[in-house]
């Protein structure tokens, strides 16, 4: 099997539209379940109380937010040095829910931190970089939506995903180091290092949970381009 | 679309196969052409039909989504160095300084292209051209016309064999053109060759047509 | 006459490092005309950094505590507002267009342009910084290190900044957007510029902050002309 089929938005358009109804399935199945285990069997933690089962959501939405950034860089690597157009696609199909984690891991960092610190936010070394973050997600989809051209909106998305992705090493460190100046600002928010099995659990389906959402939605979302961009014969053919 | 040309694609400059697509729009499909040592290309057509695009495809401005420009039997890649020693493009803005001088853009132009020139050549061509009397004045004060002229002293004293000319005759008078044609058959005679993407009747009888229709 | 040769002897004369000379000289000799708008930025410095005195009160203790960060900022704002410079009238006139077409590599090109962008703005504003410093009470040593964090701050802010100046030319709203993708680049020039500062008004060493600075600085000048030249063949294809 030729898997260098699948680069082109022809094929890839009926191959998406099968696999993403499963991711979407897959999600579902793994949020209930790890929202039961988060919400109802692990067990109480004994310094924050009832409070830190936010984690179940926060972890995985702050690790999707960051790993998204990296993926979308990596399809803009593709993009420009194999000029793919399908890469592009993903890539920008991606990045709104890259925004939607990112936003998510500040939002709940906020609800988390206002029992537990007294405050909605703090700038704390994670939260700020976070944050950060959030405003290059943001500056990714203001460009690529403020060029008309598609084409150049794609190879300019890609080139500053790949710029932005060089500079979160730089961003992350910078800003753990203007934290660790200011003493006293910083908080840790783990808690315990120990996690209760059930805990561990509840996590890890929390976080694939995650992934197959960011998948399925990446999926729907590539297919809505390309029926955008792509003459009607390419997407038409599903049918047949 | 181009079957007439095709047929002689077999100088130095080959284009084969390009294709571009502008948006929802495709500008051409498909089109090859050659020019040959010591020959001129006319592009014509309809506004809208891609004669600029296809100029800066050439030049390298532009990438096609098919097809290749080739050089001697060697395709050019995107970025490549000798495709930007070879192509000499004048494109349909002035590509002057509104704030300097017609020397200073003179010089500046020619740095960039790696020649140096010296402010005696430079002021010969622009005189040549035209333009004595005016080499300091801020080109913000030059009419249309005599802003092409600063674009006709620089084709003077390049030495590149290619040139891609969009509309190089606008906003000429009757002299000027006379002087954009007496250079243009210096260059095809010494070996030289070029573009030129023009809708107006150019002074020149021996160049060859290629015609852009557009796609519906 | 001599004829033209198709194989190009020319070609092999070229030393590529000419073109960072070329690009520069003509960068400077256009930006000589233009002098009003050299000062301009300056002018918006000093403004800037006047106000915040008249927003937050006059007691010296503050001032000189927000002293590094409300410097830095204003240098941020000042070299955004310079941006667009840089490649947007070469844009409009075409010029941009003969420089992708040079036959020197556009990423030598392209830093020539750059340290022409920080000769004319970051430079002038480095010098003029202790006359700002002042009116916040900071005195010798730090004057000395706030200068030397914006030398080696500013140009990185260049560099990225001409990423984000390429990639908007020609669209709408071009200025507002190029701040949104390039201010978060700057945050770690900003940390580590305004640290250093802080860290000598507090009496600390500031060598730390100062050589992270200059780490940015050279790992920007390696890669950042790269990266501009890539935007700009996108923005003009």
Redesign the interface.
Same mark, same amino acid.
């Given at each position: 099997m030729n898997l260098y089929r699948y680069a082109s938005p022809a094929s890839f358009y009926p191959l998406a539209g099968r696999l993403w109804p499963v991711f979407a399935v897959i999600a579902a199945l793994l949020a209930v379940y790890g929202l039961y285990e988060g919400l109802f069997v692990a067990p109480t933690d004994f310094q924050q109380g009832e409070v830190y089962r936010i984690v179940f959501i926060h972890v995985p939405a702050a690790w999707m937010g960051m790993f998204i950034y990296l993926v979308m860089a990596f399809y803009g690597v593709l993009a420009l040095s194999f000029n793919t157009r399908l890469s592009a696609m993903m890539m920008r199909a991606l990045a709104p829910t890259g925004m939607l984690f990112t936003f998510l891991a500040l939002w709940t960092g906020a609800l988390w931190g206002k029992p537990t610190w007294g405050t909605y936010w703090i700038w704390d070394g994670r939260m700020t970089s976070t944050l950060v973050l959030f405003f290059l997600y943001v500056g990714f989809i203001a460009l690529t939506e403020s060029i008309d051209d598609e084409r150049r909106a794609d190879r300019a998305g890609a080139l500053l995903a790949i710029v932005g992705s060089v500079n979160i090493p730089i961003i992350y460190f910078s800003v753990t180091w203007w934290n660790s100046l200011h003493q006293g600002l910083t908080f840790s928010k783990s808690g315990g290092s120990k996690m209760a099995p059930d805990m561990v659990i509840a996590m890890v389906a929390m976080v694939f949970a995650c992934w197959a959402y960011s998948i399925a939605v990446a999926l729907v979302r590539a297919r809505a381009i390309i029926r955008e961009r792509e003459p009607a014969h390419v997407w038409n053919g599903e049918a047949a | 679309m181009t079957t007439a040309v095709q047929a002689a694609a077999t100088g130095?400059l080959r284009a084969e196969g390009l294709q571009v697509t502008? @948006?929802p729009r495709q500008l051409f499909s498909e089109l090859s052409f050659g020019i040959d040592?010591g020959e001129i290309l006319v592009l014509r057509g309809a506004n809208g039909t891609g004669k600029t695009t296809l100029l800066r495809v050439v030049?390298?401005?532009?990438?096609p989504d098919q097809g290749s420009v080739q050089w001697?039997g060697r395709a050019w890649g995107?970025?490549d160095?000798?495709r930007?020693?070879?192509?000499?493009?004048l @494109?349909?803005?002035?590509?002057?300084?509104?704030?300097?001088s017609a020397l200073?853009n003179l010089k500046?132009?020619l740095?960039?292209?790696?020649?140096e020139a010296g402010t005696e050549a430079c002021a010969h061509a622009l005189d040549a051209c035209g333009l004595a009397g005016r080499h300091a004045v801020q080109v913000r004060r030059l009419s249309q016309g005599q802003k092409r002229r600063v674009g006709l002293a620089r084709l003077a004293l390049s030495?590149?064999?290619l040139w891609l000319l969009d509309e190089p005759t606008n906003a000429l008078d009757a002299e000027g053109i006379e002087r954009f044609s007496a250079l243009i058959l @210096?260059?095809t005679a010494?070996?030289?060759i070029a573009a030129v993407a023009t809708h107006l009747p150019m002074p020149f009888q021996s160049a060859r047509e290629l015609r852009l229709e557009g796609s519906a | 006459m001599s004829s033209v040769s198709l194989e190009l002897v020319e070609q092999s004369e070229l030393a590529p490092e000419d073109g960072f000379w070329v690009a520069l000289k003509r960068d400077l000799a256009i930006a000589m005309q233009n002098k009003g708008e050299l000062a301009q930025a300056l002018a918006f410095m000093a403004i800037v950094v006047s106000l915040f005195p008249l927003a937050v009160g006059p007691e010296a203790q503050l001032l000189k505590r927000i002293a590094p960060g409300v410097v830095w900022v204003a240098a941020l704002l000042a070299a955004l507002l310079t941006l667009p410079r840089l490649f947007a009238s070469d844009y409009q006139d075409g010029t941009l267009e003969q420089v992708l077409l040079s036959p020197y590599p556009l990423p030598v090109l392209c830093a020539g342009k750059t340290l022409a962008h920080w000769l004319t703005t970051g430079l002038p504003l480095a010098v003029l910084a202790p006359l700002f410093g002042l009116q916040y009470g900071l005195n010798g040593d730090e004057l000395g290190v706030l200068v030397a964090s914006l030398m080696l701050g500013t140009p990185v802010l260049s560099m990225l900044g001409a990423i984000g100046a390429a990639l908007t030319l020609g669209v709408r709203g071009g200025s507002i957007l190029m701040a949104l993708l390039v201010l978060p680049l700057f945050v770690p020039v900003l940390i580590f510029g305004a640290g250093a500062v802080e860290q000598a008004l507090s009496g600390q060493d500031t060598t730390a902050n100062l050589s992270l600075l200059g780490a940015v600085m050279l790992a920007g000048a390696v890669l950042t002309p790269v990266a501009i030249a890539a935007a700009l063949r996108i923005s003009l294809d």
């Open positions: - | 130095p502008r @948006g040592s030049a390298g401005l532009t990438q001697c995107a970025k160095a000798e930007r020693s070879v192509c000499l493009y @494109g349909h803005a002035h590509a002057l300084k509104e704030e300097l200073q500046l132009a740095a960039l292209d790696g020649i030495e590149k064999p @210096g260059h010494k070996g030289g | -």
